[in-house]
């Protein structure tokens, strides 16, 4: 069996950049479930973007909006993950910049 070849620069060949926004979106809410505090107006204000049922939209294959939160949003995420030093947060933002941002 051979190993998938992953790369962005080849229109994104064997990479699922909405599921990578789908990922980043559930460490998010989990850090807010363990860190109720850190969700501000600003991560209000980003929850009337995102679809409560972000994840169907996502198996219909229709979350490109999501995708583009994600990545308009990027230092917000980053920092947010950082600030709370949720590492699990850190690497799936990091991976979703790298390979689809």
């Known amino acids: 069996m051979t190993e998938e070849v992953r790369d962005r620069y080849v229109s994104f060949h064997n990479i699922d950049c909405y599921e990578n926004a ?13 860190h109720p505090e850190a969700k501000n107006e600003l991560w209000v204000r980003f929850e009337t973007l995102i679809p409560k049922d972000y994840k169907a939209v ?9 995708l583009y939160h994600i990545c308009s949003h990027v230092f917000y995420l980053s920092a947010l993950f950082e ?3 949720f590492e699990k947060g850190i690497v799936l933002m ?8």
Do not use: N, R
């Open 22 to 34: 789908v990922f980043v979106l559930d460490a998010m809410y989990e850090l807010f479930a363990l």
């Open 58 to 66: 996502f198996a219909k294959k229709d979350s490109k909006d999501i």
């Open 83 to 85: 600030e709370y030093d």
């Open 94 to 101: 990091e991976q979703a910049e790298l390979e689809c941002c």
